[in-house]
Nanobody
């Protein structure tokens, strides 16, 4: 089993920055089997959407178009932590942000964090 814990959300003015963290804990074998980690977000009244993805092995990243050039996903495998640097935030970025991890051991499974609120408002 793997537990994901997010931190770093909060209230920020438009144009500001926030850095989210997601730390994995639990089975060492299961954590080592994580293939891909992602940040999702869900705004009020909207469906959850994937915002960015990073491959744990080689750091390959993908972003949804609306955040390209503003947000950066990264990982620190030694500390089982994923980061999400969010710059030039906009009101439309307001949402609950979730981290997820796609693991292969003991079976293919997606783990989810509890979510952290990001509010962009003046």
């Amino acid at each position: 089993q793997v537990t994901l814990v997010e931190s770093g959300g909060g209230l920020v003015q438009p144009g500001g920055s926030l850095r989210l963290s997601c730390t994995a804990s639990g089975s060492t074998v299961a954590i080592a089997s994580i293939d891909t980690m992602s940040w999702y977000r869900q705004a009020p009244g909207k469906e959850r959407e994937v915002v960015a993805t990073i491959r744990r092995r080689d750091g390959t990243t993908n972003y949804v178009h609306s955040v390209k050039g503003r947000f950066t996903i990264s990982r620190d495998n030694d500390n089982n932590t994923m980061y999400f640097q969010m710059n030039t935030l906009r009101p439309e970025d307001t949402a609950v942000y979730y981290c997820s991890a796609f693991a292969l051991v003991p079976r293919t499974i997606v783990y989810w964090g509890q979510g952290t609120q990001v509010t962009v408002s003046s």
